[in-house]
């Protein structure tokens, strides 16, 4: 069905009318060997691409760019390739995090100023979706985004390895002696055995899987691993099909609802999802015009199975994800918890698309009668060290540790804890907190992956694996452990973790959904009466925007200029 005529295109303002810019468009279109066959009256896709030779995870997708182009020329569309920063997860310091809403206004801008009609989103590491979507959302041309899928499953002398929790899990052995160095370096050579992002239930998984279930991805496409061949061919129809999205003006907003967000964060749960999905689902419902809030969250992982048995929650990875069927099949297990009626890209509602959807390994994707847990694998917290709110991944900690009270042990900062962390004086027991400051938005700066603090030393070589943490810092998705998360406000603007000295009891009640500081009010009033705040991280420059702009975790961490949907007027052409 064709809604839109050929004029009403918006790229048709640039090359259609008959004038004197017009003219400057076309002459340059042909200088490029582009002729009115090529362009004339048909929608101009932009290919919005972070591949880069700094971003692993998007090694193939120049190849994947040429697919989608492939597909947009097949469905009678004129692909544009225009390349955005990559956000490579590994590579960028301090954190990818610093730069989400730089690229989310890179994508918005590249849309607005260019004489494109519709967008296919290449990313997938872990910020580059958030903030594609949180750019082309604000943009609100019909959009579809690619994820860059998975990689291949890692192995170690024909263990299975795992992106992140592997690390993290063999660091720990390294330090407490039970491998050796050159098990290490075996390590380092097999965990990584294809292009494509990590293959655990981390970010990039995580809000993959969370911006298929919005509607935004293809059917079935989060879970294809960026070898498969069937991720080409998805590329491919991801190219067919926005050209149709394009003459029928089915637009972002009309897809990322309310009902639609309710339906992302029910599969971040029930996967087991990454923290981090909290702060982006917030963000990205902040450009869509829907209030989301952390209670929200809680709300729903209260009341949804936990079905995906992936690490670092379970057992498998992505690949195995997949070969059980993939988000279609969980998703179908979990239909009882969906809004059905939410439109996706593919032009079909969730319902239709997920219908029939199989199952094919009920120890990878679990039933609801036998969940891998009964309920959700995220908690907020509340107390008076984070009046705004905390989050803590309970599916992947000690159980033990769910109801804990113990000293402080106080880190001013990352530097600080790297120093003193392993000292064998350092006043720690199994039953200590640790707590780390000035890891937040501001004071990280840009809220870095820290918030797995290591387990000091002298106590892995007790045997201890998992104690409580707390920070104003994010976790990685692929980590795991008793790591309280996200307190708002942060302490490097003088949220009360700032106020945290060595030796104050902290009490962490996940069930009561409790953390608190167990210290004298007045003692407290002191020590705040005596708080100075620290020097800024930067006088100019794009940090300085950032440390101006960037809101607290429990608010998405956007920029207060870039939050909401109030329409931003189209270039004018002349
Ligand atoms: Fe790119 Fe993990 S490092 S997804």
């Known amino acids: 069905m064709t809604a839109k005529k050929p004029e009403e295109l918006r790229s048709h303002r640039w090359f259609g009318v008959k004038d004197l810019r017009s003219f400057g468009h076309r002459?340059?279109?042909?200088?490029?060997?582009?002729?009115?066959?090529d362009i004339g009256g048909k929608p101009v896709i932009a290919i919005v691409n972070t591949w880069s030779d700094l971003n692993p995870c998007h090694a193939h997708l120049r190849m994947r760019a040429e697919e989608v182009k492939r597909g947009v020329l097949q469905a009678g569309g004129f692909p544009v390739e225009l390349p955005a920063m990559s956000l490579g997860e590994t590579f960028m310091k301090p954190t990818t995090m610093l730069y989400r809403n730089f690229l989310a206004m890179e994508v918005e801008e590249l849309l607005r100023s260019n004489p494109v009609d519709g967008a296919v989103l290449l990313g997938g590491c872990d910020k580059t979706v958030p903030a594609m979507i949180m750019g082309a959302t604000s943009m609100?041309?019909?959009?579809?985004?690619?994820?860059?899928?998975?990689m291949l499953r890692g192995n170690w002398h024909g263990k299975v390895l795992g992106s992140g929790s592997d690390v993290w899990k063999y660091w720990a052995e390294l330090r407490a002696g039970t491998i050796n160095e050159r098990d290490w370096m075996e390590v380092e050579d097999g965990i990584a055995r294809s292009f494509g992002t990590c293959m655990t239930m981390g970010t990039a998984s995580t809000m993959a899987a969370v911006i298929e279930a919005m509607g935004m991805i293809l059917p079935g496409g989060s879970s294809i691993p960026a070898s498969d061949s069937g991720h080409s061919r998805l590329a491919a129809a991801s190219g067919r099909r926005i050209v149709d999205l394009i003459w029928q003006d089915v637009k972002p907003r009309d897809i990322l609802t309310a009902e639609a967000f309710d339906n992302g964060v029910t599969t971040a749960v029930a996967l087991g999802g990454s923290t981090n999905s909290i702060v982006h689902l917030i963000a990205m419902a902040g450009r869509a015009g829907v209030a989301l809030d952390l209670g929200r969250f809680d709300e729903?992982?209260?009341?949804?199975p936990l079905l995906a048995n992936i690490r670092p929650s379970g057992a498998f990875?992505?690949?195995?994800?997949?070969?059980?069927?993939g988000l279609p099949a969980l998703l179908a297990r979990l239909s009882g918890h969906l809004h059905l009626d939410c439109k996706t890209v593919s032009g079909r509602s969730l319902g239709q698309v997920i219908s029939g959807a199989q199952s094919y390994n009920d120890e990878v994707i679990r039933t609801l009668e036998n969940p891998f847990k009964p309920d959700g694998g995220l908690a907020i917290l509340r107390g008076n060290l984070a009046p705004d709110g905390a989050v803590i991944k309970h599916s992947a900690m000690e159980p033990r540790l769910l109801k804990h009270s113990g000293p402080a042990v106080v880190f001013a900062d990352y530097n600080d804890m790297a120093a003193r962390i392993d000292n064998p004086g350092l006043p720690v027991t199994p039953d200590s907190v640790l707590v780390l400051k000035h890891a937040g938005p501001i004071g990280g700066p840009g809220m870095p992956e820290w918030g797995q603090l290591p387990i000091p030393k002298k106590?892995?070589?007790?045997?201890?694996?998992?104690m409580v943490r707390i920070s104003d810092a994010r976790m990685s998705g692929t980590s795991y452990g008793a790591c309280v998360l996200h307190v708002a406000p942060e302490s490097f603007i003088g949220g009360p973790l700032a106020l945290v000295e060595d030796g104050d009891l902290i009490t962490l009640d996940v069930p009561g959904r409790r953390i608190d500081l167990d210290v004298d009010p007045a003692v407290l009033a002191r020590r705040r009466a005596a708080w100075t705040p620290p020097e800024p991280h930067y006088v100019r420059g794009y940090g300085l925007l950032h440390s101006r702009s960037v809101s607290q975790a429990n608010r998405g961490c956007d920029?207060?200029?870039?939050?909401?949907?109030a329409p931003v007027p189209e270039p004018e052409i002349h």
């Open 140 to 150: 609100n041309l019909p959009t579809i985004f690619m994820p860059a899928g998975p």
């Open 317 to 325: 990875l992505m690949e195995d994800f997949f070969y059980a069927g």
């Open 300 to 304: 729903i992982s209260r009341k949804t």
């Open 27 to 37: 002459s340059r279109a042909k200088q490029m060997g582009i002729t009115a066959d």
């Open 559 to 565: 920029y207060d200029f870039l939050e909401g949907s």
């Open 459 to 466: 106590l892995l070589a007790q045997g201890v694996r998992d």
